[in-house]
Every structure is written in structure tokens, then in C-alpha cells.
């Protein structure tokens, strides 16, 4: 659907254009002075000086020429020469009325839907997943979402770190504690058992107790290392264990995300990069494009415009092996395989943006990616606790997700439980929905690139810019249709009417502003934008609700407008938070 500010500054782009003044300067925003005005121009300043004329004299011709007026309502010149406009009644209700009727609330399409391959999540495989890891999952979820939104073919990738040196460590480790496994025995030529040789928890004990003696035992580590090369060129009985100790990790990982909403369509890891490596290894050399420096195989990446130095994208080190670079670059030659994709974007610690110019421009140089293939990273901050200082568990160790999204819950359970809106038997299940909804509404709300102080109290409070206070109005607006309905009343074919009061048009004014936001949030990569829409949404709706008698209001259309327009709010209230990845419980 054709967004409402388009329509505004097509009626004015005419009086423009009648009154002899160029029809682009007719560009419309929202008002900065919504005491005054619903949306404002301010083009007449801006052609002032082309024109040779006061900006207040071209604001005055343009209103004198306005005779299209189906969208603007009232409209005034405001000196220096600001054009101020509000909305016509009848439009905005309309235009809420096809909202109503189209299909997805009237989110525009993309015309030519694009290949989208989001790379996100990118947990190392075998170490405990953690809070840094949250943000990842959560953000690239999101804009995974906002993009199939938009109207494009997406594919959520979660490119497992799944080929290091923590796998040599494990290994290591359980050859010391369990030497006689047949694994470790060179001559064994039989089957390996079907059954892994620990646990997840086992595993989870495993790895650092062997990165631990790794720091402090110089021959350990050297083992560790020698394992690790030996499983990267295909020893036989550590690709075994590699394959139990993915399948574990993978079981329990699967699990992890499925509790935070977040689900991947494909599970490919750093590991299924490697069967690409040697033969782009062999290219990059032949074509010219690596060359060796101080013994390693490098792309240089330095362009001419460059502020600041940019080392060369390194793709093979001295002894031979490969490095996070090498297996971004040759996931990205599987990827242009697979999927061509239109576009790639990444998610990860904005720390890492270096490594992302690097693979980026060693890719589009060496044509292992097309020159018009978006490549585009998406760089988080930290996740911080109140003192200011990366988020930790009370007693200063890493906080487990796990043990994160816990204590959320543990929190919103008492919170629910007090309220006792809710029966005992749900409570559980609803801390679990709204908890969820604190952690990624808390996340998302604030700009992808900021570090922020990760606040329980304040992420879990029904009141302020919170995902519960985003919940509590859905719920709220779920029960009074609710009881509308009790009542034996249908919620079909009801129409919204053109606004009764200040506070029913500031209500219906967010609520056209949907698919704007929509389209905001895909263009920018930026969910932060809907929360802001939805706080602002939630805001308008629960003055209305203060202000208004809607049940027991008398006139029959009316109140059937006051319901159409609930229902219409409560859509777009669900649409946005499921684009967030979070869902609403049926009471709280
Ligand atoms: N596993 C990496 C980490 O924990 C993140 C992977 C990001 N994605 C990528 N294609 N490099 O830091």
C-alpha cells in the first residue's frame, strides 16, 4: 500500500508545481511541532534562494494553489516559511479502512524480491553459549524477519564456529582421561561407537578445564594445536569424536534457540567451508590476486580513498593453515554456489568490522563474489551490566544464557503471581512468553551498534519503554475485544469512522504510520526503529483508552469504529513484535 506521506507530498508536489515552483521541493516529513502540526514541508525554505524569494511568499502561492485536498486537511504558513499540515479525518479513516483489507496491513513488497542470505548466531561449537552470543541470535532474527517482511527470499544461516582449536582442546583432553577409546588407538580400523563418549554437561566440563591447562602447560597446548591440524587434515579417529561432539552441541544448541524464539534454515558452520578451500586457494594464487608477504598468503585490500591503513585479508598462514578469514571467503564461494545471493549481511561484535571490510573487499576484488552482491555487516556493542563493565554473573564469572534467560523468568513470575491476574497454572508459561519478550524487547529497542546496560529490573517493569509494558497493551486491548465479543458481537465488517477526539486521531496517526516504519526498519537494517513505533503506538493507545468509554459508548457506530480500530492496533502491535521475534500471552 502506497504510504500516507506519499499521498501528502503528491497533493502538495501539484501546488507546487501550479504555483510555477519545482515539484520536488514538496517533500514531506513529520512535524517536529506535533503541538502544532501532524506533518510539515519545508520546502519552500529550501528553494528560496533558487527562486529569489522570500521562503513565507512561496509557502503562501503553494497553500493559494492547494486545490487537491483529499489527504491535507488544514494547512498554514508558519514564518520563516514552514508549511504545516494535518490530516483530513475522512482519510486517515479510510485509509485504516484499506489498511484493514489488505493483505499483510498493507506492507509494501518488494517489487523484484532478492536473495537473502543473513548470517547470524555464530556460536563456537562446544563452549557454553553466552550472553555475547545473545546478542547475535537475537538482532539477526529480527532483521531476518524485517526482510522476509519486505517482501524477500531469506535465509537465516547460523554459521557455527565449528573447526578450531577448541576442538583439538576437547579431544586432547578426553585422550588423557580415556586413552583406551578406540579413537585413540592408530590401528583401530573398525566401526567407532554409535554413542558419544560424554555428555553435553560432560562436554561443557571438558572444554575449560582443557583451556585452562592449556594457558598454564606449554606441551598441552602444543598437543592441543597438533590435534586440531590432525582433525583439519582427516585423521580418522578425531573426526570421529568431532562428529559426537557436533551432534551433542548441535542437540543442545537447537534447544538454546529454540527457547529465544530464533530458528535457522540452514546449519552450516566454518567446518562445511573447508572442501572449497583449496581449490579457491589455488585461483586466488593463479590469478594473481594473493601474494605471499613475510611468508604468509595475502590479498591486499588498501584502496586509494582509505583514510586509514587496511592490512591485507590474510588467507593462509606460514605453516599452511587457514584462518577465520579463509573460511569466511570460502563460505562465501559455497554461498554464491548454493544461492547467488543478492545480498549477505552479517551479524557479529562490531569489534570484528575490520575482518568484515577485509573478507568484503577480498572477496569483490578476486570476483569470488559478483561486484553488485551486498555485502553488509551489522556490528553490535556490548551487552553491559549496571556497573558499566560487560555483563557477568553475581560472582563476576560469564553468565550462561541459560542461566540469564532463568533468572528473567524467575523475576516475571513473581511480578505475574503478584499481579495474580493470571491462574497459578499459567503463570509459568506467560513468565516464560513475557520474560522472552524483556530480553529481546531490552536488546532491540536500543540502536544494534550501542553498547547498553543489560537491566533486569528495568527490562522486566510493565511501565516505561519495556517489552512487557508492549505486551500488557496488547493484552489489555485483547480483553476488551474480548468482552466485545461475549457480548455476541462479530468482529467483521466493522468500520472505522473519521476521529471523535484528539486522543482517537493521535491513536489513528501512529497507526497509519505501520507500513512507513516497515519500510524504515528494512532500509536500515534498524528493529530498533519498530520498537520505537510500537512504545509510541502503545503510548497513543493507552491515552485513548484513559480518555474513552469504549464499551459502553452509546452511538452503535462509534463504538463499532472504536472496535475496528482495536483490532486494527492489535495487528499492527502483533505484526511489529513478531517481526521483533517475540510473541504475546493471552493474559498477564
Ligand atoms: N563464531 C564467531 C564468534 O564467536 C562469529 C561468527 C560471525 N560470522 C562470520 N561469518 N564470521 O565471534
Known amino acids: 500500500m502506497k504510504k500516507i506521506i506519499d499521498f501528502i507530498e ?43 524569494k522570500a521562503p513565507f511568499m512561496i509557502a503562501d502561492d503553494v497553500i493559494a494553489n492547494l486545490t487537491e485536498k483529499e489527504y491535507i486537511g488544514e494547512i498554514e504558513a508558519v514564518k520563516p516559511g514552514f508549511i504545516n499540515m494535518k490530516l483530513e479525518k475522512e482519510a486517515v479513516s479510510a485509509y485504516l479502512n484499506r489498511m484493514r483489507e489488505a493483505g499483510d496491513l498493507g506492507v509494501e513488497k518488494a517489487k523484484e524480491p532478492e536473495m537473502i542470505v543473513v548470517d547470524y548466531g555464530g556460536p563456537n561449537v562446544a563452549k557454553p553459549l553466552h550472553v555475547g552470543h545473545l546478542r547475535s541470535a537475537i538482532i539477526g532474527e529480527s532483521v531476518k524477519r524485517i526482510a522476509r517482511k519486505a517482501g524477500h527470499k531469506v535465509l537465516g544461516d547460523i554459521h557455527l564456529g565449528d573447526w578450531g582449536y577448541q576442538m583439538g582442546l ?64 582427516g585423521h580418522r579417529g578425531y573426526t570421529a569424536v568431532w562428529k559426537h561432539i557436533m551432534e551433542i552441541s548441535v542437540t543442545d544448541l537447537k534447544k538454546n534457540y529454540d527457547n529465544l524464539n530464533v530458528e535457522f534454515d540452514l546449519w552450516k558452520g566454518e567446518s562445511d567451508a573447508q572442501s572449497d578451500i583449496p581449490d579457491m586457494i589455488e585461483r586466488l594464487k593463479a590469478e594473481g590476486f594473493a601474494h605471499m608477504d613475510q611468508g604468509a598468503l595475502v590479498i591486499d585490500v588498501q584502496e586509494e580513498s582509505d583514510t586509514k591503513e587496511i592490512p591485507p585479508c590474510m588467507v593462509q598462514k606460514s605453516d599452511g593453515a587457514s584462518l577465520y578469514g579463509t573460511t569466511d571467503l570460502a563460505t562465501l564461494v559455497q554461498r554464491q554456489r ?53 555483563f557477568k554473573t553475581r560472582e563476576g564469572g560469564i553468565m550462561r544464557l541459560e542461566n540469564l534467560i532463568a533468572d528473567i523468568e524467575e523475576e516475571m513470575y513473581k511480578k505475574i503471581t503478584d499481579n495474580r491476574t493470571v491462574e497459578e497454572g499459567d503463570a509459568a508459561a506467560t513468565a516464560k512468553i513475557v520474560g522472552l519478550a524483556a530480553i529481546k524487547y531490552g536488546d532491540l529497542s536500543n540502536q544494534a551498534s550501542k553498547d547498553y546496560v543489560f537491566d533486569v529490573d528495568r527490562f522486566t517493569s510493565f511501565e516505561g519503554n519495556t517489552g512487557p509494558y508492549i505486551l500488557y497493551t496488547i493484552v489489555r486491548i485483547k480483553s476488551i475485544l474480548n468482552k466485545y465479543t461475549a457480548d455476541g458481537e462479530g468482529l467483521s465488517c466493522l468500520k472505522v469512522i473519521a476521529a471523535g477526539s484528539d486522543g482517537e486521531k493521535a491513536l489513528m496517526l501512529e497507526a497509519l504510520k505501520y507500513n512507513e516504519v516497515m519500510a524504515a526498519a528494512y532500509e536500515e537494517l534498524a528493529p530498533h526503529k519498530i520498537c520505537a513505533y510500537i512504545y509510541d503506538l502503545a503510548n497513543a493507545f493507552n491515552r485513548f483508552y484513559h480518555e474513552t468509554k469504549i464499551l459502553s459508548e452509546e452511538d452503535a457506530e462509534r463504538k463499532k469504529s472504536y472496535i475496528a480500530l482495536l483490532v486494527l492496533v492489535k495487528e499492527i502491535l502483533e505484526s511489529c513484535i513478531d517481526v521483533l521475534g517475540f510473541e504475546a500471552p493471552e493474559r498477564m
Open 170 to 233: 576437547i579431544i586432547t583432553e578426553l585422550r588423557k582421561r580415556e586413552p583406551s577409546l578406540p579413537y585413540f588407538n592408530e590401528d583401530f580400523a573398525g566401526e567407532y561407537p554409535k554413542e558419544a563418549p560424554f555428555t553435553i554437561s560432560e562436554l561443557e566440563e571438558i572444554y575449560p578445564t582443557a583451556s585452562a591447562k592449556a594457558k598454564e602447560d606449554e606441551t598441552y597446548r602444543e598437543e592441543a594445536l597438533h590435534a586440531t591440524y590432525l582433525l583439519q587434515n
Open 10 to 52: 503528491e497533493e502538495l508536489g501539484v501546488a507546487f508545481e501550479k504555483a510555477g515552483y519545482d515539484r520536488e521541493l514538496a517533500k514531506v516529513t513529520l512535524s517536529n511541532r506535533p503541538d502544532l502540526c501532524e506533518y510539515q514541508c519545508n520546502g519552500a525554505m529550501a528553494g528560496a534562494k533558487a527562486y529569489h
Open 338 to 390: 548454493d544461492y547467488q545471493p543478492d545480498q549477505v549481511i552479517y551479524l557479529a561484535d562490531k569489534r570484528q568490522e575490520l575482518h568484515f571490510v577485509q573478507v568484503f573487499r577480498a572477496a569483490k576484488k578476486s570476483g569470488i563474489v559478483p561486484e553488485h552482491t551486498g555485502l553488509s555487516f551489522l556490528g553490535f556493542g556490548t551487552m553491559n551490566g549496571k556497573d558499566g563493565k560487560p
